[in-house]
């Protein structure tokens, strides 16, 4: 078999994706010849956050149809697939379900092999999808909605970690800030499009651990200082001081990701870094890293924007890397489960070289 076809399910959260990805059997970095999304983010907004019961009725409605639109998308059908490749965790369990469930049934009908694939290890790698894609290492900070982490990554599932947030992560704390501005659910979005018309220098909001000598966050203490502060504001805020708490607020989380990033690249001698995670298309964010990486010689990655935040393309890259690299061989068997929680290192093989693409 010179390439194989992967079909990838996502539904850990509040986006149900699929996606096709073909990959060149002996390396070389994998295609992405259609994706399908469908955000539940309107359904959700009534409630100001996600409803994990409804999330999982909405996959169970959309995954099919997309299902077929990627396949038509890709000029395929479901008799090209040669493996299916899914999110087993971590995320909502129901959610995951709905995938695994899917994958599964897919995998047994078709005959061919199904792979549970680490959500932040689909981040991690949704770099390679991007017309800029990165060479290994590099130091990876991921920033999703329920992770903040630095690692060194040396090659596909070899993974170590660097440093995390002891409490909140990033997207969190962007969502979190937001609903106390008053923004509406999703908040981390919303927060930054507001902070565009924002004076970052209003406030001052506390950069937690930048001086702590570890490669740690904690973002828990910025959510109480913007109470503190909107509570000492008069009510209801003008839209000039909403738009100065955005922009503080948005400061200081990007202030500390950057700071420690650069750390993390001094620590480990490399010259090259990997943004990936939801926030990773927070515009602030990039334009104050690649200006302090330009200025270090560091390269720097992020996925296609449409591919920060979670799709089922970055599941198929993930399984088919997986896949090329030889760390793991899907099977064909269909006794799924999912793993609310799944600590990223458990699927990594840090002793063990392997490389990607060897062509
Ligand atoms: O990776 P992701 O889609 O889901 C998780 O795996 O958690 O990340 C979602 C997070 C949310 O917290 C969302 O508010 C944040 O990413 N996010 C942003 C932006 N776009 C998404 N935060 C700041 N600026 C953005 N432009
Ligand atoms: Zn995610």
Redesign the pocket.
């Known amino acids: 078999m010179s390439s194989f076809l992967v079909l990838g399910i996502e539904s850990?959260?509040d986006?149900t994706g699929v996606a096709l990805v073909r990959a060149p059997a002996d390396g070389g970095v994998p295609q992405l010849l259609a994706h399908a999304l469908h955000s539940q983010v309107a359904m959700h907004a009534d409630y100001g956050g996600v409803v994990p019961e409804l999330a999982s009725r909405d996959h169970i409605r959309r995954v099919l149809p997309l299902t077929s639109k990627a396949l038509a998308q890709a000029g395929c059908t479901l008799l090209n697939v040669d493996a299916v490749a899914f999110t087993r965790g971590p995320g909502l369990a129901g959610a995951l379900l709905v995938g695994a469930g899917v994958a599964c049934a897919l995998g047994a009908a078709l005959d061919v092999p199904v792979l549970g694939v680490h959500?932040l290890e689909g981040?991690l790698l949704s770099p390679f999808l991007s017309a800029d894609a990165p060479e290994f290492p590099f130091v990876a900070l991921l920033?999703?909605?329920?992770?903040t982490q630095l690692m060194r990554v040396e090659g596909v599932g070899q993974y170590e970690l660097l440093g995390e947030s002891i409490d909140d992560?990033a997207?969190?704390a962007?969502?979190k800030s937001a609903k106390l501005i008053g923004l509406p659910y999703?908040?981390?979005?919303e927060?930054?499009r507001l902070a565009e018309r924002g004076n970052a220098e209003v406030f001052n909001f506390p950069r937690p651990l930048l001086h702590s000598g570890n490669l740690d966050f904690s973002f828990a203490g910025l959510k109480t200082a913007v109470l503190t502060q909107v509570k000492k504001l008069l009510e209801p805020l003008d839209e000039q001081v909403r738009a100065d708490l955005a922009a503080s607020v948005q400061a200081a989380i990007v202030d500390v990701l950057v700071k420690k990033s650069l750390s993390a690249l001094r620590q480990t001698r490399l010259k090259r870094l990997v943004v990936a995670?939801?926030?990773s298309?927070?515009?602030a964010?990039r334009e104050q890293m690649n200006a302090a990486c330009k200025a270090r010689g560091v390269r720097v990655h992020y996925p296609e924007l449409e591919l920060?935040?979670?799709n089922g393309a970055m599941i198929a890259m993930a399984a088919a890397m997986r896949m090329q690299a030889g760390v793991e061989v899907p099977q064909k068997d269909y006794s799924f489960d999912v793993r609310a929680r799944w600590p990223l290192q458990e699927v990594a093989q840090i002793t063990e070289k392997t490389q990607h693409a060897k062509a």
């Open positions: 850990s959260c986006e959500h981040h920033v999703s909605g329920g992770h992560a997207g969190e962007f969502d999703p908040g981390g979005p927060l930054a995670g939801g926030v298309a927070n515009r964010l920060c935040t979670d």
